[in-house]
């Protein structure tokens, strides 16, 4: 059974850009949480999708926005990158009605130049 | 909003001694709390899992203990192995609030052989 897979796995960008970072979630699981991991800091909550819709939204700004596909996959858009948008890109997903029962993927990482 | 404070931020132990990380927190609402295990290159994973109807858990060499009165928990990790050297974060979460998972800063641990 496959876990939680992310594409790509590096990416490369210029300030000013925009980036679009692709999660499948694991199998079984309805809801699909990004994280933001600044090199050497504990993952930070971006936002959170379940039935395709935005449910909860931490301390990023609008330029950070993302969607969930009725296959439960979900994408994470960032527009107008900064060099401070570097960071590795940490898609979880897990069950809505269950208790945490996270399952992270191994991440994106993003160099923004 | 839940803050969570992580210590040490490293740990050095020599192989087959016990390590132990504490984190505390702020909102006493908080009722379950994970602890993951990172090696580089990858997400984290997830270890073991407390919830707030129970004060310990234990699974093989790994334990987490949780002190609701006083808003802090704890990972023991006994009998030590180098394979044990990677970062580990502690998080909270907030069932009622949605399943987003609040992290501490990590520790970093290495297993000397």
């Known amino acids: 059974d496959a876990g939680v897979t992310q594409s790509p796995t590096h990416l490369i960008k210029t300030r000013g850009q925009q980036v679009t970072l692709r999660c499948s979630p694991k199998?079984?699981?309805?809801?699909v949480s990004w994280y933001q991991q600044a090199l050497g800091q504990g993952p930070q909550f971006i936002f959170q999708y379940y039935e395709e819709e935005e449910r909860q939204r931490g301390n990023f700004p609008d330029r950070f926005s993302g969607h969930q596909f009725p296959n439960y996959s979900s994408e994470l858009n960032v527009n107008a990158l900064l060099l401070g948008d570097s960071a590795l890109y940490l898609c979880?997903?897990?069950?809505?009605?269950?208790?945490?029962?996270?399952?992270f993927g191994s991440g994106t990482r993003l160099t923004v130049v | 909003g839940e803050n969570v404070e992580q210590h040490p931020s490293t740990l050095s132990v020599q192989e087959g001694d016990s390590a132990v990380i504490k984190c505390t927190y702020s909102?006493?609402?908080?009722?379950?709390f994970p602890w993951y295990k990172q090696e580089l290159g990858k997400g984290p994973q997830l270890i073991i899992d407390i919830r707030s109807n129970v004060g310990e858990k234990k699974d093989q060499r790994i334990a987490v203990t949780l002190n609701k009165t006083a808003k802090h928990f704890s990972l023991h990790i006994t009998e030590t192995q180098p394979e044990d050297s990677a970062v580990y974060f502690c998080?909270?979460?907030?069932?009622?609030?949605?399943?987003?998972?609040?992290f501490g800063g990590g520790t970093r641990v290495l297993v000397k052989p």
């Open positions: 998080a909270v979460l907030i069932k009622a609030a949605g399943n987003k998972l609040t």
């Open positions: 909102d006493s609402a908080s009722n379950y």
């Open positions: 979880a997903s897990s069950r809505h009605s269950g208790w945490g029962g996270y399952t």
């Open positions: 199998s079984g699981h309805d809801t």
